[in-house]
């Protein structure tokens, strides 16, 4: 699993958040990281110098293998606040997405027997 981050001019993307982000998406992707083939990650400060709370955005791509890609998006007051929300919200969309995969499979195989 390829994972890709991105941030604005109003973010440093200095290798520590690079390292920090990937660590957190790989972690909370285990589970399910057979099936995703890359994660790009985009982080946004929407008000740059002015102070205002929910202002970090964060954006997640997943890329799951034969599917089309899944984006979630989470606004927070700090960065990392915005990156685990948004991995917990990706996680929850890429299961949910598997388990309905799994489903049609078994409710198809079902119905081949009768």
Do not use: F, W, Y
């Amino acid at each position: 699993m390829q994972i890709q981050v991105n941030t604005d001019h109003n973010i440093e993307g200095h290798e520590s958040l690079t390292i920090h982000v990937s660590a957190v998406v790989k972690s909370a992707l285990a589970r399910v990281s057979s099936h995703v083939t890359r994660v790009e990650v985009h982080l946004s400060d929407e008000n740059g110098a002015k102070s205002r709370k929910d202002a970090k955005r964060c954006v997640m791509e997943a890329r799951l293998e034969k599917r089309q890609p899944l984006a979630v998006t989470c606004h927070a007051e700090t960065v990392h606040q915005a990156v685990q929300g948004t991995v917990e919200k990706l996680i929850r969309m890429i299961e949910s997405v598997l388990d309905r995969q799994h489903d049609h499979a078994l409710h198809s195989s079902d119905l081949s027997k009768l």
